[in-house]
């Protein structure tokens, strides 16, 4: 009886994967597809399954476009902004997370578990004054207004604080007693256990950057240093009829790339840091 149960288990995870899956395919697929279809196809035939006939002219004319809308230019700023951010959120929260599992001081829980529940509040809260001192700072328009906002998140300081309690500080105690300080002990001794999970943070945060789509909407303005997401919502206005909807199709395909091949390079170090001592195996 209990083998019997657990294989209906195991039955219904496998068909709650696959059906989450489908839902998550089945509008790429069609988008795919459109991408491929003629303008008047578009328009005539409706629902179907594949293009009466595969044509790449909505991606030619789309990658001919560079001044109202320089597709590849925008790809390249998101690539730029998405990289640098999340470098440097890996070192912020690595070194971060590093004080708050391993250094004691006065009021440490405090302060992190007062900070992880401001952090609950939703971001739509912090886009008025964010603005302002965007303005302020004279990034509005800049790489920079992407790239700084975001850099502590909690989310990921949690991540990487959970996983440094798993490391075992008699590691600490050990290069203490030869002489190391706490620098040494982070760069040599813990820097290197957490690399899987440095690695599944960084990839949150590249896709959560390239992803953003309220926050460029509001500071940029200028069409070329757009970043992909907030050129899609112009390309919106220039592309948004049934007439032109396929190239509006190859354009979001063309925005996805990136972080699908990101994903797929980086996907066996996010299996390994799920579990949050993946870094001390062997």
């Known amino acids: 009886m209990k083998k019997k149960r657990g294989r209906t288990s195991k039955y219904l995870a496998y068909l709650f994967l696959i059906t ?95 900070l992880l ?50 490391v075992p500080k008699e590691l600490d105690e050990s290069a203490r007693v030869d002489g190391a300080g706490d620098f040494t002990i982070f760069f040599k001794v813990v820097l290197p256990l957490i690399k899987p999970v440095l690695i599944v943070a960084g990839l949150f945060s590249f896709i959560g950057s390239w992803n953003d789509f309220l926050w460029p909407v509001i500071v940029y303005t200028d069409v070329r240093k757009m970043p992909v997401t907030a050129g899609l919502l112009l390309l919106q206005d220039i592309y948004g009829n049934y007439q032109v909807v396929g190239q509006l199709m190859a354009s979001a395909i063309l925005a996805v790339i990136p972080t699908l091949l990101l994903f797929l390079f980086a996907q066996k170090y996010f299996v390994s840091a799920i579990n949050l001592n993946a870094g001390l195996k062997g």
């Open 117 to 166: 529940g401001i952090s609950f509040f939703p971001n739509v809260v912090n886009v008025i004054p964010m603005y302002r001192i965007m303005d302020l700072l004279n990034w509005v328009n800049t790489p920079w207004a992407m790239i700084v906002p975001g850099l502590a998140g909690m989310g990921n300081i949690f991540l990487v604080r959970q996983f440094m309690r798993g």
């Open 20 to 114: 989450v899956t489908l839902i998550w395919l089945i509008p790429m697929y069609f988008g795919f597809v459109t991408s491929f279809r003629s303008q008047g196809e578009v328009v005539s035939q409706g629902f179907s399954l594949l293009p009466v006939q595969w044509i790449v002219d909505n991606y030619v004319k789309i990658l001919d476009n560079t001044s109202s809308a320089p597709i590849l230019r925008w790809i390249i700023n998101s690539i730029f902004i998405s990289t640098t951010h999340t470098l440097l959120v890996i070192v912020v929260i690595s070194i971060t997370g590093y004080g708050y599992s391993r250094m004691n001081f006065k009021g440490r829980d405090v302060l992190f578990f007062t």
